[in-house]
């Protein structure tokens, strides 16, 4: 059911506003398939920093976030009602409907982000059959960890703690341990 994302050579630079068009864009599909099948959704995207956000090293990442959702659903024997993916300029994207308890599956994908060397890189949003969406914070489960240094991620972004270029020397390395 979930097929790879085949690699990219295309590396386009985005601008804020599309950035944020594409967020508002997904927000729209995520409604819309909350509305259509009326079950749980998951929303998986790649947190990749910079310019640039579908390249063949985010679509390695991405391929890995969909093995590792795959896997545990196998695991997990949970049935998707609902699956597609989009390679997108401005990073790939797949949403997932499956009818499972949010608070499960947010615990179960949280889980194998903490597992995986890159799965501090997937996003795994997840919402429930009413639009609710879950966070690690309401599950009283720590903030996601800086790539570099282990300190809180948002405030080493905030801040700009890291030279872009270090970070994705580091996001290399972590890929790297998955090929």
């Not at 609902?82 to 401005?90: E, I, R, V, Y």
Request: hydrophobic residues 40%.
């Amino acid at each position: 059911m979930f097929y790879p994302l085949p690699d990219t050579q295309e590396q386009f630079e985005i601008s804020l506003p599309e950035l944020l068009d594409s967020r508002d864009a997904r927000q729209a599909r995520q409604q819309q398939w909350i509305g259509l099948h009326q079950v749980t959704l998951i929303s998986f995207t790649v947190v990749f920093p910079g310019a640039v956000k579908d390249n063949s090293l985010v679509r390695h990442v991405f391929n890995q976030g969909l093995n590792a959702l795959k896997q545990i659903a196998s695991r997990r024997q949970w049935v998707f009602l609902s699956q597609q993916s989009w390679a997108l300029k401005t990073g790939p994207e797949c949403l997932a409907a499956v009818d499972v308890d949010a608070i499960e599956i947010k615990k179960a994908l949280i889980e194998i982000e903490e597992l995986s060397p890159v799965g501090r890189l997937w996003d795994f949003d997840v919402f429930d059959a009413n639009g609710q969406q879950y966070s690690r914070s309401q599950l009283n489960l720590s903030s996601r960890r800086c790539l570099v240094c282990e300190n809180e991620a948002k405030v080493c972004a905030r801040h700009r703690t890291h030279p872009l270029g270090e970070i994705l020397n580091r996001i290399e390395e972590l890929a790297n341990a998955t090929r």
